[in-house]
Nanobody, 119 residues
Framework: QVQLVESGGGLVQPGGSLGLSCTAT????????MGWYRQAPGKERELVARVTQTSRGMTTSYGDFVEGRFTISRDGAKDTVNLQMNSLKAMDTAVYYCYVDIMVGPRYWGKGTPVTVSS
């Protein structure tokens, strides 16, 4: 059974930093994409960042709103992805969902971890 376990959400002041972590277990096939989406109240889910495994190594991509504030990294040996978020803004308040796209099969989602940026 595939499970994605997220950790690291919480409350932070504007301008502060927060780190999120996600570990996938039970995967039968290799990972193609692993990363984070977020969903704010009343808004659609949007891509925050992801790591893509290619034949030439790993590449990263980010949502336009990130503007260099976030860094995603992946530990391939542990099927773990980390998201370091700096210079957080109120607009970053959302539930953050980890996801995995594997080479063969469906997309898997974590249960979500809330991030609140407020003074």
């Amino acid at each position: 059974q595939v499970q994605l376990v997220e950790s690291g959400g919480g409350l932070v002041q504007p301008g502060g930093s927060l780190g999120l972590s996600c570990t996938a277990t039970g995967l039968e096939y290799g990972i193609h994409h692993m990363g984070w989406y977020r969903q704010a109240p009343g808004k659609e889910r949007e891509l925050v960042a992801r790591v893509t495994q290619t034949s030439r190594g790993m590449t990263t991509s980010y949502g336009d709103f990130v503007e260099g504030r976030f860094t995603i990294s992946r530990d391939g040996a542990k099927d773990t992805v980390n998201l370091q978020m700096n210079s957080l803004k109120a607009m970053d308040t959302a539930v953050y969902y980890c996801y995995v796209d594997i080479m063969v099969g469906p997309r898997y989602w974590g249960k979500g971890t809330p991030v609140t940026v407020s003074s």
